[in-house]
């Protein structure tokens, strides 16, 4: 699951994201949920929400008994946060770096829109051929997720630093790509 949320300022961000931090540690750890991380981005004004979960319902079964207090409690702390684009996606490809594994500096996402199943996971894999083809310098890991419903693709990657994602994709023109630095990553318990 995916979701981004604007809180308009780079002081309503780390207030956000340290009480995220807060609430999901001190809360018992949901049925089914294997990770969540939370990314800051780049704009002062955005965070990423990436959680991977057993399946959808296990996050539905969630969402009906125990989000709501933990919604509250972040609510209560920045009132006025915009949540947009909560989508369910079902990795499709992953790519990671040949050699040792180094810690991303930066997170790059693009939604990428598609025309059901078989369009998306006929662009999605086009995107993944390419990228193992090319193996760009700086690239720490990449995947490709498509939506359950297949209106979209949402390219995941991790990169060593900004300079690096530039240097290798060169000038995004039109393409919804956004940037997020790494905060914390939780996992199950």
């Known amino acids: 699951m995916s979701s981004e949320w604007t809180v308009r300022t780079p002081e309503r961000q780390r207030t956000t994201v340290e009480t995220l931090v807060d609430v999901w540690t001190e809360a018992s750890w949901p049925e089914g949920l294997y990770s969540y991380s939370f990314y800051l981005g ?24 125990g ?3 933990r919604v509250d409690r972040v609510d209560a702390a920045v009132p006025g946060i915009e949540r947009h684009d909560l989508a369910f996606y079902r990795l499709h490809r992953s790519f990671a770096a040949d050699g040792e594994r180094s810690e991303p500096g930066i997170v790059v996402t693009e939604f990428i829109e598609a025309e059901g199943l078989e369009d998306a996971y006929r662009k999605a894999d086009g995107l993944a051929d ?39 994709e060169g000038d995004a023109g039109t393409r919804r790509i956004k940037r997020f630095r790494p905060y914390r990553s939780l996992g199950g318990r």
């Open 130 to 168: 390419a990228r193992e083809r090319a193996r760009p310098s700086g690239l720490v890991a990449a995947g490709l997720h498509v939506s359950s419903d297949g209106r979209r693709i949402l390219d995941y990657s991790e990169w060593t630093a900004q300079e690096a994602f530039d240097a290798s």
């Open 67 to 69: 989000r709501k207090p």
């Open 42 to 65: 780049t704009d002062g004004s955005t965070l990423l929400h990436y959680s991977q979960w057993q399946d959808d319902q296990a996050f539905r079964d969630f969402t009906e008994s």
